[in-house]
C-alpha cells in the first residue's frame, strides 16, 4: 500500500507563487490534477519515478514544474504567475510504474486533495 499525502495550498493573490509538496511512501510515478466545483480532476502534472520525464497541461506549461527530492520522497509542484483558474482542490496522485502518465485511470493512491485559491 502506498501512502500519498498533500500540503501546501492555500489562498494567494493573482500572479503570486505557491508550492505544493506530495509525501509518497513508495517508489512510483507521481501526477497532479485539480479539481474545480462541478467538474472532474483534470491533469496537471507527472514526472517519472526517474524523473527523466515531466508531463504539463497546457495550461500550466512554462509556469508550474513538477520535481521529486528523492532523499525525501516528496514531490513538488511549483506554481507560479498564477491565475484565477488555477484555483481548485489538487491531488497528487501516484500510479504503479515507474512512467509518467496524463491518464488518470492509471493513478492508483490518491491524497485528500489540498485548496489553492487565486484570489482577483
Known amino acids: 500500500q502506498v501512502t500519498v499525502e498533500e500540503s501546501g495550498g492555500g489562498l494567494v493573490q493573482i500572479g503570486a507563487s505557491l508550492r505544493l509538496s506530495c509525501a509518497i511512501s513508495?517508489?512510483?510515478?507521481t501526477g497532479w490534477f485539480r479539481q474545480t466545483p462541478g467538474k472532474g480532476r483534470d491533469f496537471v502534472a507527472s514526472?517519472?519515478?526517474?524523473?527523466?520525464?515531466?508531463l504539463y497541461a497546457d495550461s500550466v506549461k512554462g509556469r508550474f514544474t513538477i520535481s521529486r527530492d528523492n532523499d525525501e520522497n516528496v514531490v513538488y509542484l511549483e506554481m507560479n504567475s498564477l491565475r484565477p483558474d488555477d484555483t481548485g482542490v489538487y491531488y497528487c496522485?501516484?500510479?504503479?510504474?515507474?512512467?509518467?502518465?496524463?491518464?488518470?485511470?492509471?493513478?492508483?493512491?490518491w491524497g485528500q486533495g489540498t485548496q489553492v485559491t487565486v484570489s482577483s
Open positions: 496522485a501516484a500510479k504503479r510504474g515507474f512512467e509518467a502518465t496524463t491518464e488518470i485511470g492509471e493513478y492508483d493512491y
Open positions: 513508495g517508489r512510483t510515478a
Open positions: 514526472l517519472s519515478w526517474t524523473d527523466h520525464e515531466a
